[in-house]
């Protein structure tokens, strides 16, 4: 089963706003990590965020992570076209589970030029 | 980061045939993870490959279905046995580190007719 929530499923916006996704997720994690997956290919992975860390900057993306809400977000600013596609976050509980990824459900973002 | 190569990238395949995926990572590796991305879903784990030893299998996921090799810490393949039309989807082989960003493959879009 997911661990993981993101909302929204969907979201569509112009070219040079923001998109904001969020994440939620049940069991305590040692990293979450956001990924973007283009037409169904493969994933390319954005940005980990460590379970001590508050947030992380990455060009136009920055993630933020609240373990006593078990919570994250991605902020995507200034979106362009090329942004469309699916969002996901997936967390990785560590200690004799590290590496396995539980993956939320995804976002799917769509930027109109 | 890891550079991993997986084959085929897809294949349509009559019910009842079995078909084996091929995963290829340009450096050792301890770890390896085989994921099912069903159509408009999520990912999910099917199991960890581990080099000298069986593979670790996830709930819902069993051996007789899904065989893994891990010959050495380049390499595995994941074999679907017996497709049915349910075992359409994208399959997914990735690296992990541990706190390490996790790299994906481009993944091989399955089809059972």
């Known amino acids: 089963s997911q661990q993981g929530e993101e909302d929204p499923q969907a979201l569509s916006i112009q070219e040079g706003e923001n998109a904001t996704m969020n994440c939620s997720y049940k069991?305590?994690?040692?990293?979450l990590q956001w990924y973007r997956q283009n037409s169904g290919r493969g994933l390319v992975h954005l940005i980990l965020i460590r379970s001590n860390e508050r947030e992380k900057h990455s060009g136009r993306l920055r993630v933020t992570l609240d373990t006593s809400k078990k919570s994250s977000s991605l902020l995507i600013t200034a979106s362009r076209a090329a942004d469309t596609a699916s969002y996901f976050c997936a967390t990785d509980a560590g200690g004799t589970s590290y590496g396995k990824l539980t993956f939320g459900q995804g976002t799917i973002l769509t930027v109109h030029p | 980061s890891a550079v991993i190569s997986q084959k085929p990238s897809r294949d349509i395949c009559q019910r009842g045939t079995s078909l084996t995926i091929q995963c290829q990572v340009d450096?050792?590796?301890?770890?390896m993870f085989w994921y099912r991305q069903q159509p408009g879903q999520s990912l999910t784990l099917i199991a960890t490959a581990n080099q000298g030893s069986e593979a670790t299998y996830e709930s819902g996921f069993v051996i007789d279905k899904f065989p893994i090799s891990r010959p050495n810490l380049t390499f595995s393949t994941l074999t679907v046995s017996n497709m049915s039309p349910e075992d359409s989807s994208i399959y997914l082989c990735?690296?992990?580190?541990?706190?390490?960003?996790?790299?994906f493959g481009d993944g091989t879009r399955l089809s059972i007719l």
């Open positions: 450096s050792q590796v301890t770890m």
């Open positions: 069991t305590s994690i040692n990293n």
């Open positions: 990735s690296v992990g580190y541990s706190n390490q960003p996790q790299h």
